[in-house]
């Protein structure tokens, strides 16, 4: 992508090889954080040796069939929870193999409360109210768990040992060495992951890939996993802007000298707008706020005659810290490439719906940091770019 002093080229290419441009005045970037391409996949010994398939839950193959197979899910996050009880209902058994463990919550899969309004209310009315007890429940629970993180663990791992009984090691296969919201939990509707275990169709092994057999694994305690089908559904690797190349006046921008602007934009960078979401609640909740926001920041562009609109860091007191705060590996992966966030607002992701939701719908647009310019008037100078 290209900025230009007057408008923003876009260069894409179509599937056909074709190369496209494509000029626009103001451009908002829907692409997630993800690499679609491919997944995060380790590099394990031996893996050439091995007779089965091997599978990335992100290229899952049409014509898999894993029916009576032996199965070996590798990870232990919400892809691997949530595989594991679907696969057991036809496989021959499978085992989730683990390096470590995650928080596992088990909850309903239906909401009653949600139920019950929506028998008795409109339904509009209704969903409010269901979101809002979504909303808050969570933000109460994130708190309580960040503030009493002792406390959160061990109501955490009882609830998993009432799960699966007293006789099961849930030391080994569900503590985890970190406090709860240092990384995601993972969320198992009724249950599935745990019935699945106790039923015997499927099994948690916590241990270390040694190398691969021709028929399965041989982990760091000696002990050997059979497979038929291996699914590594080790991680994802973050890719913000689907790594689209910037472009200002000819000269290339990296996303990791730049500060992220509410979320929402990025330094130094005009007209230009992103979405990065909640780590603790659903993304889409802030992909909502962000676009209501750009929809009000597009519209004062328009009333006042303004045809660019970028964030510039003149507080040299706010400190750079890391844009997104987990030690999950798919995020440590991907710090050095991703920009930073403040160490105050406007330049900081606070992880809070209800104070987001004043911020951005009824926050002040001209904040002192948004710079404005109109077309008749000249660029700027700045530390960055020289003007045209």
Not at 54 to 79: C, F, M, N
Request: glycine share 6%; proline share 6%; hydrophobic share 40%.
């Amino acid at each position: 992508m290209v900025v230009q002093r007057r408008s923003l080229d876009v260069e894409a290419e179509c599937e056909s090889g074709e190369v496209v441009r494509l000029t626009c005045a103001f451009l908002y970037l829907c692409s997630g954080y993800y690499e679609y391409a491919q997944g995060y996949t380790p590099a394990w010994p031996g893996v050439e040796q091995f007779a089965g398939r091997i599978v990335h839950p992100q290229q899952w193959p049409e014509d898999l069939d894993y029916a009576g197979k032996r199965v070996v899910v590798i990870g232990s996050g919400a892809t691997a929870v949530t595989l594991v009880p679907a696969m057991a209902e036809q496989a021959a058994h499978v085992t989730m193999l683990q390096r470590s463990p995650t928080y596992i919550v088990a909850r309903p899969a239906r909401d009653p409360v949600a139920d019950w309004l929506r028998g008795r209310l409109p339904e509009r009315l209704a969903y409010g109210l269901v979101r809002w007890k979504n909303v808050l429940q969570n933000m109460y629970y994130y708190l309580l768990m960040r503030l009493k993180p002792a406390f959160a663990k061990r109501r955490l791992i009882a609830m998993v040992r009432q799960e699966l009984g007293p006789d099961y090691d849930v030391a080994t296969d569900f503590t985890p060495h970190y406090n709860p919201w240092d990384q995601r939990l993972c969320l198992v509707p009724d249950g599935d992951l745990f019935k699945t275990i106790r039923s015997g169709k499927a099994a948690v092994v916590t241990d270390q890939i040694d190398s691969f057999t021709t028929d399965g694994i041989r982990l760091r305690s000696g002990r050997t996993l059979a497979a038929d089908i291996v699914v590594t559904a080790t991680g994802l690797v973050m890719r913000l802007m689907s790594g689209i190349q910037l472009l200002i006046d000819g000269r290339p921008v990296e996303l990791a000298q730049t500060m992220n602007y509410k979320g929402a934009m990025l330094s130094d960078i005009p007209n230009l707008a992103l979405v990065i979401g909640y780590t603790n609640a659903s993304w889409t909740l802030k992909c909502e706020l962000i676009a209501r926001y750009i929809t009000r920041l597009l519209n004062y562009m328009d009333r006042h005659g303004y045809v660019q609109c970028t964030p510039r860091r003149s507080d040299p007191s706010i400190s750079e810290e890391p844009v997104v705060n987990f030690t999950s590996g798919y995020v440590q992966r991907a710090l050095a490439s991703l920009p930073k966030q403040g160490s105050r607002r406007p330049w900081k992701l606070y992880q809070n719906y209800v104070l987001d939701t004043v911020v951005y719908r009824f926050g002040k647009l001209d904040d002192g940091t948004l710079e404005f310019r109109r077309r008749s008037e000249p660029e700027p100078m700045d530390a960055t770019h020289e003007p045209a």
